[in-house]
């Protein structure tokens, strides 16, 4: 004879695996709320260190050295704590890297030497912390053959050049592409923009793509002391450019 089951068991065993299944759903809500939570304050804590003043409590500060690397076209660096502010480049200390690393020296005498010749303020660091630009030479203090600066400056520096003034004005035009993928920003994913025209000095979300970088690099040269002139909008959707300038002799490059 089967056994008689009540009739409220069902409807008790239901309410029981539905109130199981929510706090699963609960606690799995809970863990995504808290993840989520840490993950931010990890994320506010990195922002606070990144922007850490340090000048309210030390008077050291950070120097990155930077110089353009064995291509030609590549740019390194490397920071050092210098003890308190320094405005010349000529009152920095030297410094060495190794050369085999960067395609500009042999490895078996790979030592090069920095020697400091402009300094501009750090808009990433901020405070009092510095950018140093540097150019190369061998531990004997000849050029390495990157090294297009030395030339130049004895050129510049020569009485009859010095005496002309001689005026330069710089232009760069570059791409902006999208993140993740090698394709410039405004353009359809494996497409291709409309027609020329309206992106040239263009004003509006639908034609000045990457505005906020632009003008977030504007605004960093500026605070470091560069000759920036001036920006604008180019013709491919996607392009820009900026003007330093006009600066004297070798003051354009630095």
Not at 97 to 125: H, M, N, W
């Amino acid at each position: 004879m089967l056994p008689v089951v009540p009739p409220s068991l069902p409807i008790q065993c239901s309410l029981s695996l539905s109130l199981d299944s929510l706090n699963l759903k609960v606690k799995l809500s809970l863990r995504r709320a808290l993840f989520i939570l840490l993950l931010a304050a990890n994320m506010s804590l990195l922002s606070d260190l990144i922007n850490l003043n340090l000048s309210g409590t030390t008077k050291k500060i950070i120097a990155e050295y930077i110089w353009i690397g064995g291509s030609g076209m590549d740019l390194r660096s490397k920071a050092r704590t210098l003890d308190g502010v320094v405005s010349d480049p000529q009152k920095l200390p030297k410094w060495n890297y190794d050369g085999s690393s960067t395609g500009q020296a042999p490895g078996e005498d790979s030592e090069v030497i920095l020697y400091p010749q402009a300094i501009f303020k750090d808009p990433f660091r901020r405070g009092n912390n510095i950018l140093v630009m540097c150019d190369a030479y061998t531990p004997a203090g000849e050029p390495i053959p990157t090294n297009k600066r030395y030339n130049a400056a004895k050129i510049f520096s020569h009485p009859d050049v010095a005496a002309e003034v001689p005026w330069y004005g710089i232009e760069q035009e570059y791409t902006l592409l999208q993140k993740d993928l090698k394709w410039p920003i405004g353009w359809p994913v494996g497409g291709y923009p409309g027609p020329q025209g309206p992106y040239y000095c263009g004003a509006g979300a639908d034609k000045a793509f990457g505005r906020d970088v632009v003008d977030s690099h504007y605004k960093a040269c500026l605070y470091a002391g560069i000759n920036i002139s001036g920006i604008n909008g180019e013709v491919m959707p996607g392009q820009w450019e900026f003007q330093v300038g006009p600066s004297v002799g070798i003051s354009a490059g630095r």
